[in-house]
């Protein structure tokens, strides 16, 4: 896909990967729908965009509050015509071993992780199918395919969106229509609980850099990837794991008691 005047709406759009994205998109000539929910990350959209050499701009809406997505995807429509790319971005994760999260964490990781992508996704799916082209992508996560303690809810959410992103491009197959699941392990973001960091200044876990990331999610988009894995050896360990789960087992029980005691913020 060649990005120059392509008409793209982001998620998301004012955080740690996202602001690196947003940057990435305008430069290459992308048309720009920029969504986030609250005031002060909206104002710095608002500010970020007075720079871009594209056209831009910014829509607060909660994606999980229906007339919200649906305004969104309206002033799109207005703007721009249609969409060309949807890029589910927003995401949220909570860091307890289940027995111990609060129970309202619950549906609202779901809502946000998955419900609202899907959602979002059935909104411009129709115009793109008509318009005989599009991509929709997906940004999940290595923990959508290593179940990892800490992180039940948030592994469930994007095991699940990489499922639907799987089931939907094989739906689409022949309409112009494609779909891209991208997988990055974890990022140097304040998405990121500050345990987190912790975690991987101890070497529990690696980092990415949140322009390395979105370089990776523009680079997925233009060569029109089915799915893109971010990072070695978690991209290996996603694989053996789907494979030969026991071994994946065996690792990270010996990490159980560190994980728990981080979780309870020791």
């Not at 005031?39 to 829509?59: D, K, N, Y």
């Not at 111990?100 to 059935?122: G, K």
């Not at 990892?148 to 948030?154: K, V, W």
Request: proline letters at 4%; aromatic letters at 6%; glycine letters at 10%.
């Amino acid at each position: 896909m060649n990005l120059n005047g392509k008409r793209v709406l982001i998620t998301g759009a004012a955080g740690g990967i996202g602001s690196k994205l947003v940057t990435l998109m305008a430069e290459c000539g992308a048309r720009l729908c920029l969504v986030n929910r609250g005031s002060a990350s909206i104002a710095s959209l608002e500010r970020r965009m007075q720079g871009l050499p594209t056209e831009a701009f910014v829509v607060q809406a909660d994606i999980t509050i229906a007339e919200e997505r649906r305004e969104a995807v309206r002033r799109m429509q207005e703007a721009y015509g249609g969409v060309d790319v949807l890029i589910n971005l927003a995401g949220t994760l909570d860091f307890k071993f289940f027995s111990e999260a609060s129970s309202e964490m619950i549906p609202r990781l779901l809502q946000v992780n998955l419900e609202a992508p899907m959602q979002l996704t059935h909104e411009v799916l129709p115009g793109m199918i008509a318009q005989g082209s599009g991509q929709i992508v997906n940004i999940g996560s290595m923990f959508g395919s290593i179940g990892f303690p800490g992180f039940a809810t948030y592994s469930a959410s994007k095991f699940a969106l990489r499922g639907f992103s799987q089931a939907l491009r094989r739906e689409l197959d022949g309409t112009g229509v494609g779909v891209t699941y991208v997988s990055p392990r974890a990022v140097r973001t304040p998405f990121n609980p500050e345990v987190v960091q912790v975690m991987a200044e101890k070497g529990m876990m690696r980092m990415d850099e949140a322009d390395w990331v979105a370089s990776r999610i523009v680079t997925a988009i233009e060569k029109d990837k089915d799915e893109a894995y971010l990072g070695f050896p978690e991209s290996l360990f996603a694989r053996i794991n789907a494979i030969l789960p026991r071994i994946v087992d065996r690792a990270l029980k010996k990490e159980l008691p560190s994980l728990l005691a981080f979780t309870r913020g020791a």
